[in-house]
């Protein structure tokens, strides 16, 4: 019962960062049709900055919870100024290109920032410092830390201010207008390009808010992180449906607990001959459930028709 | 016809697709304040007509005057800003935001709060949001349709599709409403009604072009009526001149009709 309880709660704090991940992935796509699979590398270049600018301000006697807020902020604002410079330089020029064009442009961008991140961060594990004191609260036999209360909590805090600005504002409404039909919406006066890079602003922003929590949770970071995290919040975002913000985040918590289980109870499923390392298999096994037998997924809808 | 009296000149605008001509140098002149006609038989270059003002397609010559300025149609929300809104044949609403989110949409154009605005909430952003709503309303008001405000534009009658769709682009504040077939699929009481809301519009400051194949229609609504053939102008003139116009008659009504 416990490995239970303490996989739920290990499943959801995954899983929060997972849908926040797959929001980028799916805001874009539900905009545009791409899969920016830069997006993961986008996260990892968040983590990153947050590393250089709390390690360089530890020492500094700034109080440790400001420290991390600032480190925060700047990973937020470098990764919104490279998701812009992403669409800007990479997939702008190719809008009118075949489908595939940009997707292997993204590959490609993939590629290249995981080398600048080599080349400025390089080729080991950097370990964060510790900023917060773990305090370690004890719930029906199961454990569960305040960073991880922190992580579930900001996330949802994220997912929610999300769905408001999209579905109460003004800038959120040209969003919805423009992945319904971008030209009817252009005819509306909203300028495309305007709302696509603003979708790409919002997802970098908070792929960057994930890569902090994930850079706090594990406490290290690598140049090639992303790949990995990027590929399991896909797999969340199309889990979900790809294209749809509840889905995403759906996706998300779904695919941490999925993950979370399978990783405790692999063991006894094959007698130990697997062991918790292998947690990788259970996101690829959803996916190829999900795009076998329910490729639009859970939430998945038919977008509407283009003009 | 003095110059300010004018709210769109089309200069031999030509577009073709391939070997087909769809516009072969389409000239013409609308008034500001009236009702003018846009009529020809399918395929004549209607829509075409429509889609290269408001920038949809790029046309390959010609050009055209609005308002006193070249139009710079490389956008179409370039076109919207300057004052020109359309409707579509096939209806193309946003499915799936309700009726009057569809309406706020199109108030995008003249309003101007961004991102940093919808973060901190300031007053003015509050304060637009609010002029936005009560707009929206009043214009689903104005073309009839307030008690479906929270629907689904997708659940809309027919009728009442093609009402919002109007709603939509008289949001974006236009001198030009540019009607493509809105009494299409239209039974005589909504096609009359429809006649009213048209004649409203105009009476309240705003020139419409209207495409139409409903010729009772257009003959009773159109101070000017244009006639297209095979991508080419056959005759402009008032009503009365253009029905019994020997051209038209053979290409538009069959040449049975006189």
């Known amino acids: ?307 | 016809m003095s110059e300010h009296q004018i709210l769109l000149e089309a200069h031999a605008v030509a577009k073709h697709f391939g070997g087909v001509k769809a516009l072969h140098d389409v000239s013409l002149t609308i008034r500001r304040g009236e009702i003018y006609g846009l009529i020809g038989p399918n395929g004549a270059g209607k829509t075409t007509f429509f889609n290269c003002l408001t920038g949809l397609y790029r046309n390959e010559g010609g050009h055209f005057v609005f308002d006193g300025a070249r139009l710079a149609a490389d956008a179409p929300h370039k076109a919207a800003e300057v004052g020109i809104a359309r409707t579509f044949q096939n209806i193309r609403l946003f499915g799936n935001m309700t009726a009057i989110e569809n309406v706020m949409v199109g108030r995008h154009l003249r309003t101007h709060a961004g991102v940093l605005g919808a973060i901190t909430r300031n007053s003015a952003t509050r304060a637009e949001e609010a002029a936005i709503g009560r707009r929206a309303e009043e214009l689903l008001h104005y073309v009839g349709i307030h008690e479906r405000a929270h629907d689904y534009a997708k659940h809309l009658s027919y009728g009442d599709q093609r009402r919002l769709e109007i709603a939509r682009a008289l949001a974006t504040e236009p001198k030009l409403l540019a009607l493509d077939e809105p009494a299409a699929g239209m039974n005589g009481t909504e096609t009359e009604a429809l006649r009213l809301l048209v004649e409203g519009i105009c009476r309240d400051g705003v020139t419409v072009l209207l495409i139409e194949h409903d010729v009772k229609l257009v003959m009773g609504l159109c101070g000017r009526v244009a006639v297209l053939d095979y991508g080419e102008k056959i005759c402009e003139d008032v009503p009365s001149v253009v029905q019994r116009d020997p051209r038209v008659v053979e290409a538009y009504l069959g040449g049975s009709v006189a």
């Open chain 1, 1 to 307: 019962m416990d490995t239970l309880l303490q996989q739920l709660i290990n499943g959801l704090t995954l899983g929060a960062v997972y849908a926040l991940v797959a929001l980028g992935y799916t805001m874009v796509y539900g905009i545009i049709g791409l899969i920016n699979f830069a997006h993961g590398e986008v996260v990892m270049i968040g983590t990153m900055v947050a590393f250089t600018v709390i390690v360089s301000l530890a020492g500094s006697g700034m109080s440790p919870l400001l420290v991390l807020g600032v480190g925060l902020l700047v990973s937020v604002v470098v990764c919104m100024i490279l998701g812009w410079a992403l669409e800007r330089v990479a997939y702008r020029p190719l809008r009118h290109a075949p489908r595939l064009t940009p997707l292997i442009t993204a590959i490609g961008m993939s590629i290249v920032l995981q080398n600048v991140a080599m080349i400025i961060w390089g080729r080991n594990y950097i370990t964060f410092p510790p900023m917060i004191d773990k305090k370690i609260y004890e719930l029906g036999g199961a454990s569960f830390t305040n960073v991880q209360v922190a992580i579930v909590s900001l996330a949802a805090l994220m997912m929610l201010g999300l769905i408001y600005l999209v579905h109460r504002t003004r800038i959120g409404m040209a969003m919805r207008a423009t992945a319904q039909n971008p030209h009817v919406a252009s005819l509306m006066g909203v300028d495309i390009n305007r709302v696509i890079a603003m979708a790409f602003i919002i997802g970098s922003a908070l792929g960057a808010v994930a890569g902090c929590m994930v850079g706090s949770y594990y406490e290290i970071a690598h140049y090639q992180m992303g790949f990995m995290l990027g590929l399991k919040a896909f797999t969340a975002a199309v889990l979900g449906g790809i294209g749809n913000l509840a889905g995403a985040m759906a996706g998300g918590l779904l695919l941490g607990v999925i993950e979370a289980l399978g990783a405790g109870y692999i063991g006894d499923l094959t007698g130990d001959f697997l062991g918790s390392h292998y947690q990788d298999i259970f996101a690829f096994i959803v996916l190829i459930i999900v795009l076998m037998f329910r490729p639009s997924g859970l939430f998945g809808e038919r977008t509407g028709d283009r003009a």
